[in-house]
Structure formats: C-alpha cells, structure tokens
C-alpha cells in the first residue's frame, strides 16, 4: 500500500528552477523503485526521471539534456526532481510513480500521486 503526494510545482519564467518533492506513506518505501512523469494536455504521459530502489542507478529519456536530477531520501520517504534552466516545453503536470521494478513505461508502476502544475513562462 502506498500513497504518494507531489508538491513544489508552481509558475516560473523561464530559466528558473524547481525542486519538485514526492512524500510517500508506505510500509516499505525502500522496496519501491519511483519515477518522475509529465503530461501536458493532449499529450501522452511522458517519461522523465527513474530511480532504482537502492538508489544507486538513475535514468532520463535523454542522455543529453542535464537539465533534470532524480534523487531519493529514503530516510524521509521521499522521492526529488530537481529542475534547472526550464523552459516552456517542460510545462505540464508533473507525476511521482512507484513500482516494484525501475522503468520507463507508465505501465511498470503501480501507484500514482496526484500530480503537481509546472508552468513556464516565456
């Protein structure tokens, strides 16, 4: 059993930066491997961060970018996206996701917060 709530999101101007937190309520947090998604409206849920339930291994959809870092304080039960130099394609509602397994498809997790707003202007 596991509830997740997001928070930090907010309206930002371009160029700024956001630390996104994920509280988990579960039994074994440290069990779960947790991912970030986003979605904009009219837009599939997309994938954007990942973190093995060790902690040790990270993923993002691009190996380019540097723009996002997923971490985890499991002593905290909490899950981080850190966001740096936004810019207004990263607009949407941003998800925490947890799972048995790391992935990067909606379908290898099993529970879902609620989502927080990030928007960013121009």
């Known amino acids: 059993q596991v509830q997740l709530v997001e928070s930090g999101g907010g309206l930002v101007q371009a160029g700024d930066s956001l630390r996104l937190s994920c509280a988990a309520s579960?039994?074994?947090?440290?069990?779960?491997?947790m991912a970030w998604f986003r979605q904009a409206p009219g837009k599939e849920r997309d994938f954007v961060a990942a973190?093995?339930?060790?902690?040790?291994?990270?993923f993002y959809p691009s190996s380019g970018k540097g723009r996002f870092t997923i971490s985890r304080d499991n002593a905290k039960n909490t899950v981080y996206l850190q966001m740096n130099s936004l810019k207004p394609e990263d607009t949407a509602v941003y998800y925490c996701a947890a799972g048995n397994s790391v992935g990067t498809t909606t379908s290898s997790y099993n529970y879902w917060g609620q989502g927080t707003q990030v928007t960013v202007s121009s």
């Open positions: 973190i093995t339930w060790r902690g040790r291994d990270t």
């Open positions: 579960a039994r074994a947090f440290t069990s779960y491997a």
